[in-house]
């Protein structure tokens, strides 16, 4: 469907989020897209992923910004030309953006009991706190989206997720927690603003207002 969700914070952030229901021909009306965008679409080979890809070009589009004011860095990190940070993800049949004067990063997840085995790989200062909790799935995928969030954020090579990216206990009830990044001279602290959307967790971190 069209514009899902979209939400407000502070430091002029704004936050939408798209449900893929449509038809590719349907995505496909309406935008423009950069040679360098029709290339990349071209060489997808899943009608979700083109899809998705698409449907990323409508928010931007009802953000105020179109595909060729959209530009990546050499590392993949994404860039409007006006100077304003913007994070994307895509998971399954949503896609999202997060726009916003400061550096920022989004992540949305399907929420599946395969991040129970995976944990290990992710999960090192949060052990203490993941351990008690009976049932964590929804815990696991808000720290995954945190510091996969803060990777996007960061978007410098050698960040680990389970050495320097660390989330602090949290409650599902309010929906805010902290993390920092602590990696080769930098110590730097975030908010964390998480929703449940359907079976997925949208997450995305902000620089602290009390870093």
């Not at 040679?35 to 998705?52: I, Q, V």
Request: hydrophobic share 35%; charged share 25%; proline share 3%.
């Amino acid at each position: 469907m069209p514009l899902f969700h979209s939400l407000n914070n502070r430091e002029n952030t704004e936050v939408f989020i798209w449900k893929i229901t449509e038809t590719e021909a349907f995505l496909r009306t309406d935008i423009e897209l950069s040679e360098n965008s029709k290339n990349r679409l071209f060489t997808m080979s899943s009608d979700l992923h083109r899809r998705g890809f698409l449907s990323i070009r409508h928010l931007l589009k009802i953000a105020g910004y179109s595909d060729l004011q959209l530009f990546y860095t050499d590392n993949g990190k994404p860039h409007l030309e006006d100077g304003k940070h913007i994070s994307i993800t895509h998971s399954y049949e949503f896609t999202a953006i997060i726009i916003s004067d400061v550096p920022i990063g989004i992540d949305i997840e399907k929420q599946r009991d395969k991040i129970k085995r995976i944990a290990p790989k992710f999960i090192g200062y949060e052990q203490d706190f993941i351990s008690s909790i009976d049932n964590s799935i929804k815990e696991l995928t808000v720290v995954w989206g945190a510091k996969e969030s803060m990777y996007k954020l960061y978007g410098k090579k050698g960040l680990g997720f389970k050495a320097h990216c660390l989330v602090e206990p949290f409650t599902m009830r309010s929906d805010l927690t902290i993390s920092r990044i602590i990696y080769e001279n930098d110590n730097l602290k975030f908010d964390v603003y998480f929703q449940e959307i359907e079976n997925f967790m949208l997450v995305y971190v902000i620089p602290s207002r009390n870093a």
